[in-house]
């Protein structure tokens, strides 16, 4: 099943750190198969509050996301981000194609 990594990230400072973590970033993924799904763009906000960019990375499973995450290759651009970012990252999985609303009740 997939596991997606989402960033929402609040505030980026642009520069040369960011874009240079934007042109390493696509050959730390290939590797453990992960694609953007979302990578910022324009939203429509239609509750509450909203502010910063989200991003989706689809991999095919939480054990390939978290060896990317954990890669050497990854953390070797990840201070890039962080020192360059403000922001929150999870690992989420999907549901199952059957998935109804109530499933999350039998939890």
């Not at 763009?41 to 689809?58: A, C, F, M, P, S």
């Not at 999870?90 to 939890?107: F, K, Q, S």
Request: aromatic share 10%.
């Amino acid at each position: 099943m997939s596991t997606y990594a989402i960033a929402h990230l609040h505030e980026v400072t642009m520069g040369r750190p960011i874009v240079e973590y934007l042109e390493r970033i696509d050959a730390t993924l290939a590797p453990f198969g992960g694609r953007f799904i979302i990578h910022g763009g324009k939203y429509e906000r239609l509750e509450g509050q909203w502010h910063g960019d989200l991003i989706v990375i689809e991999f095919p499973d939480r054990n390939a996301a978290q060896d990317w995450y954990r890669s050497p290759a990854y953390q070797a651009i990840l201070p890039l981000r962080t020192k360059n970012s403000i922001g929150d990252v999870i690992l989420i999985d999907a549901v199952p194609a059957n998935h109804v609303a109530t499933d999350v009740l039998a939890g």
